[in-house]
């Protein structure tokens, strides 16, 4: 994993993710960085939206590897991670096969739909699809302390107080990240993660 992170850093700027035809060969390096193999996602034909909407599903189901929990986050030793999606059904059906067919750290991996004012408890990467970004304020207040990383995609998400933000930027699906965020939810992001973001904002994690 190292060796492919460090070659990932290396050529980032020439192989981020893209999204129109052969996009595969151009971001292939940054998914590399998380050993990332998106399903249906190397066709050349497959249409842009459908794309970016396979990188940020990708992205949220490796973060889970890059983000500390606290024990108190899991009902035993038993319980799954669970990845709340909220306003972005798309997404969640991208998710589905790799929770489906991979676990991380030991434990299986949840895809759950939410909707407007369902609970949190249980969930551990909560995404904001762009449709509910009205919503972000209220959801962050919600995250205070319950160790849960929320993961945007709105302009001014990080501003709003999501812990990660995915981007579209020149064609390409980037994130940003702004660590006391996640602090302030509980979770604790890995310098690794941090290392191949488009842009860290405030301090740094170890």
């Known amino acids: 994993m190292g060796g492919c992170v460090t070659h990932a850093l290396a050529q980032?700027?020439?192989?981020?993710?893209?999204?129109?035809?052969?996009?595969?060969?151009?971001?292939?390096g940054l998914l590399c960085a998380f050993a990332v193999c998106i399903a249906?996602?190397?066709?050349?034909?497959?249409?842009?939206?459908?794309?970016?909407?396979?990188v940020k599903a990708a992205y949220l189901f490796k973060f889970l590897n890059y983000v500390e929990w606290p024990p108190s986050a899991f009902a035993d030793d038993n319980a799954p991670f669970v990845i709340g999606v909220y306003g972005a059904d798309a997404i969640a059906t991208q998710l589905t096969q790799p929770a489906a067919e991979r676990g991380v750290s030991g434990r299986r991996v949840e895809v759950r739909r939410l909707?407007?004012?369902?609970?949190?408890?249980?969930?551990?990467v909560l995404f904001v699809g762009a449709q509910?970004?009205?919503?972000?304020p209220t959801l962050v207040r919600a995250t205070r302390q319950r160790a849960l990383l929320l993961?945007?995609?709105?302009?001014?998400?990080?501003?709003?107080?999501?812990?990660?933000?995915?981007?579209?930027?020149?064609?390409?699906?980037?994130?940003d990240i702004a660590p006391e965020n996640a602090e302030r939810m509980g979770?604790?992001?890995?310098?690794?993660?941090?290392?191949?973001?488009?842009t860290v904002r405030g301090r740094g994690a170890d």
């Open 115 to 124: 909707k407007r004012d369902e609970p949190l408890a249980g969930v551990h």
């Open 12 to 28: 980032r700027d020439a192989r981020r993710p893209r999204l129109h035809r052969g996009a595969l060969r151009l971001y292939a």
């Open 132 to 136: 509910e970004a009205a919503q972000l």
């Open 151 to 175: 993961v945007s995609e709105e302009k001014d998400g990080l501003d709003a107080g999501s812990a990660i933000n995915l981007v579209v930027d020149d064609d390409r699906v980037r994130f």
């Open 187 to 198: 979770v604790h992001l890995s310098s690794r993660l941090l290392a191949v973001a488009r």
């Open 40 to 54: 249906g996602a190397t066709q050349a034909a497959d249409p842009p939206s459908d794309l970016e909407r396979a």
